[in-house]
Each structure stands twice: as C-alpha cells, then as structure tokens.
C-alpha cells in the first residue's frame, strides 16, 4: 500500500509540473484572446477604412455633380424660348458639361453614367450625318433634362442620407 509518506513526496513532485502546465495553459489562452481581439480590432479597422473610401468616392463624385450644376445655371445648354421648339447647345454641352463629366467618369453613379453615354451617342450620329434634325434636338433636350434631374436626386439622396446618420 502507498504509505502517506509516499503520498507527500509524489505531491511535492507534482505540484510544480502543475504550476508550469497552469502557467503554460493561462499564456496559451491568453495568446488565444488576444489574437482573436486583434482580427476583430483590424477586421472592424478595415470595415471602417472601406466605408471611408466609398464615401469620399461619393464626396468626389458630388463635387463632379455641383459643377455640372452650376454650368447649368450659368450657361444654357437647353434653349427654350418661348412658342418654338426647344433646342440643344452642341457646343456648350461639349466645351463645358462634357469635360467636367470625363474628369471623374469612372465615379458617375450607373444611370448618370449611362445617360451620357447616350447624348454622345446622339451627337456622334448627328456630327456622322453632318445635321441635327429636330426630333435630334428634341431627344437631347430630354435626355439632359433627365442627367440634371439624376443629379440633383443624387445630391438629394446624399443629404438624406446625411441627416439620417446625423439622427443616430
């Protein structure tokens, strides 16, 4: 039979085994925390990284947006005068609207980049026949109309969803 004297001899042996395989597993699970903290940490750090690049994308692409505004306010790319039809400036649309739009094209939202590609599409067929006819000039006149009403909805969305964040 173990006698107690044993008993105590095989404690005292053991016991400091214990302590280093205590200690051993307590830094494991440590490493393990605190590696499992720092993906989290840098997984978030990326999330947040990406969100700020869309939204100074966005930045850049309403700055393309106010532009565009403001040659239309101060420039007139659609004649509308008053009992005739309404008519397409070739040449402020190209030398004014145009360039600003190709400055950041690859940022235009789908429809806004979409409706360009159309009115160049247009004029290209209207410099190929040498003419622009009034369904042409009528054409044209809506879709401007139509890239200033995107536009502006895009700003609106912008704002909008500005307030929103503001809220919460």
């Known amino acids: 039979m173990i006698e107690v004297k044993d008993l105590k001899e095989f404690i005292q042996a053991i016991g400091p085994v214990f302590t280093v395989l205590s200690t051993l597993a307590a830094v494991w699970l440590t490493q393990k925390g605190n590696r499992t903290t720092q993906k989290n940490l840098l997984e978030q750090q990326i999330i947040r990284d990406e969100i700020k690049e869309k939204r100074n994308e966005l930045k850049e692409t309403l700055e393309v947006y106010n532009k565009i505004l403001k040659v239309d306010g101060e420039s007139t790319v659609v004649i509308d005068e008053d009992g005739k039809l309404r008519e397409f400036d070739f040449n402020i649309y190209q030398e004014e609207v145009r360039p600003i739009l190709y400055e950041k094209y690859?940022?235009?939202?789908?429809?806004?980049?979409?409706?360009?590609?159309?009115?160049?599409?247009?004029?290209?067929?209207?410099?190929?026949?040498?003419?622009?006819?009034?369904?042409?000039?009528?054409?044209?006149?809506?879709?401007?109309?139509?890239?200033?009403?995107?536009?502006?909805k895009n700003i609106y969305d912008f704002r909008k969803e500005g307030s929103r964040e503001e809220m919460s």
């Open 106 to 152: 690859h940022l235009l939202h789908d429809e806004v980049a979409k409706i360009v590609a159309c009115i160049d599409l247009d004029i290209k067929r209207c410099k190929l026949f040498g003419e622009a006819e009034d369904s042409d000039h009528y054409g044209l006149c809506k879709d401007y109309d139509n890239l200033i009403r995107n536009i502006r």
